[in-house]
């Protein structure tokens, strides 16, 4: 039997570590918090599923190693400052592949693994006033 939405918690707990950091100042770009929810405000980064998430492996005890994709995106007219927020959070995102951190939630404690970053933030889109709206995917590999 499947946990109570595992995707919104993992994808919580890693919004809540990252805004820890930035409640914190921790970073040099973001200093607005990361929020779960589709483009919504100009400037701001919005963190969401992707399609694609799987169980990777499962091993006879029943550990189980998954794959969750997910995307930073923000709609805005600076595109210095989206890029940068973007690498700055890239860059941290990979430096958890050596802290091993664990991801903390309300249901799970989640065994973090590693992170993939498959592309650098890219601007995929822009209107005709100007805004472009800018995304990078981000893989998670936890074991629950």
């Not at 091993?59 to 700055?88: C, I």
């Amino acid at each position: 039997m499947l946990a109570k939405q595992p995707i919104n918690d993992l994808q919580e707990a890693i919004v809540n570590l990252i805004n820890t950091h930035i409640k914190e100042k921790d970073f040099a770009y973001n200093k607005d918090l990361i929020f779960i929810k589709f483009l919504d405000k100009h400037d701001q980064i919005c963190f969401t599923p992707n399609p694609g998430s799987h169980l990777v492996d499962e091993d006879y005890s029943g550990e189980q190693y998954w794959q969750y994709n997910y995307a930073f995106t923000v709609k805005t007219q600076h595109r210095g400052d989206a890029k940068n927020k973007l690498f700055e959070l890239s860059e941290y995102l990979q430096s958890l592949n050596k802290s091993k951190e664990k991801l903390i939630s309300k249901e799970h404690t989640w065994i973090f693994d590693h992170v993939e970053i498959p592309s650098a933030p890219a601007e995929i889109m822009e209107d005709l006033k100007g805004t472009a709206t800018y995304n990078m995917d981000v893989a998670v590999f936890v074991y629950e």
